[in-house]
């Protein structure tokens, strides 16, 4: 059984490091502006400072969802490829707005 909710799963057991992932979202079929979106979507119930992991499965996603995460208050800590045609975006939530 899966432990995924709305696409959001938590990193695979044994695979995460110290400063591994909280969350893994899996949007490699989406386009933008739908990537976004659901990443920004993902991040709403995670607290401050946790990470999620975004993959993504086109170039312009790659290029557009960090730079709107970064504008929206977030730190992208990473953006690799991640397999043939596929980049996972690492992203720390930003802390509450005062």
């Known amino acids: 059984m ?3 909710h709305a696409g959001i799963c938590p990193p695979p057991n044994g695979s995460a490091e110290a400063l591994g992932p909280d969350a ?3 949007i490699r079929d ?3 502006p739908y990537t976004f979106l659901k990443a920004k979507l993902a991040l709403e119930p995670l607290a401050a400072g946790r990470v999620l992991r975004v993959v ?3 170039e312009t996603s790659a290029r557009d ?3 709107s ?3 929206a208050g977030h730190a992208v800590l990473a953006v690799e490829p991640a397999g043939a045609g ?3 975006i690492t992203v720390r939530k930003r802390a509450s707005a005062p």
């Open 30 to 32: 989406e386009v933008c």
């Open 56 to 58: 993504v499965g086109n």
């Open 2 to 4: 899966s432990d995924c």
């Open 65 to 67: 969802v960090p730079r």
């Open 69 to 71: 995460l970064t504008d």
């Open 24 to 26: 893994e979202l899996d």
């Open 86 to 88: 596929l980049w996972a």
